[in-house]
């Protein structure tokens, strides 16, 4: 299966600790999103990478959050010093070459955080 | 900004009972829609997407949603509903000028057998 793999899929930290989640996109695809799922509140954009690049990162928390899509490797979404409000599914998509254009995405499984 | 408004987060329907999920957003160009699919425990999954041409669009599992640009509407349908279509349901946009897919909060609809 080459779709959009997702590690680790459960996550658990205690409040202060690293989380940090890793994003493998589709075969052919360069292009990530990331987003966080909360109860009742759907999916909200976070970041938009291309490799090497960061394109769009207007939903990404001011502190403690970054993502990275390095060259090589998968695209890393880190979060610093967690806290228990961070806890919260995250999914991983990307796109084809088109992707940007159409919209249309490719989703991972999610990586599911939960800080103690 | 986009924004995306779904009018119901929780349904309840007896198998081969109808289905409508409204969906509504907020934007001031042209835009492309989706309805994502996420069944328990599984990844979300394209249902169907308009881009541009008959408003009227069939997707999977005889799902079809119809795009009415005076009314900022894509509303999903379907005529019967099984016990399998238990899921969580997406309406997403993205607009032509930039690059976010905006996410509405989701319709969570159980099929009683």
């Known amino acids: 299966n080459a779709g959009v793999m997702q590690n680790p899929r459960h996550l658990v930290r205690r409040r202060g600790q690293e989380a940090r989640l890793r994003c493998s996109p589709m075969k052919g695809h360069s292009h990530v999103y990331w987003y966080r799922q909360l109860p009742e509140e759907g999916l909200k954009f976070m970041v938009y990478?291309?490799?090497?690049?960061?394109?769009?990162e207007s939903g990404m928390p001011k502190e403690r959050f970054s993502a990275e899509f390095p060259k090589e490797g998968p695209s890393i979404l880190r979060i610093q010093q967690v806290v228990r409000g961070d806890s919260a599914a995250y999914f991983c998509?990307?796109?084809?070459?088109?992707?940007?254009?159409?919209?249309?995405?490719?989703f991972g499984e999610g990586s599911r955080l939960t800080v103690l | 900004a986009q924004s995306v408004s779904q009018h119901n987060h929780h349904v309840i329907l007896s198998e081969a009972a109808s289905l409508e999920l409204g969906c509504n957003y907020s934007y001031g160009g042209t835009v492309n829609l989706f309805w994502y699919v996420q069944y328990p425990g599984q990844h979300l999954q394209l249902l169907l997407k308009?881009?541009?041409?008959?408003?009227l669009v069939k997707g999977i599992k005889g799902f079809e949603a119809e795009f009415i640009k005076s009314k900022f509407s894509f509303n999903l349908r379907k005529p019967s509903v099984q016990w399998s279509d238990t899921a969580e349901y997406f309406c997403?946009?993205?607009?032509?000028?930039?690059?976010?897919?905006?996410f509405g909060a989701g319709t969570r609809l159980f099929v009683k057998a």
């Open positions: 308009y881009f541009s041409g008959d408003p």
């Open positions: 990478l291309q490799k090497e690049n960061i394109i769009d």
């Open positions: 998509a990307s796109s084809p070459p088109s992707g940007p254009n159409t919209g249309e995405l490719f």
């Open positions: 997403a946009v993205k607009g032509t000028g930039g690059f976010k897919t905006i």
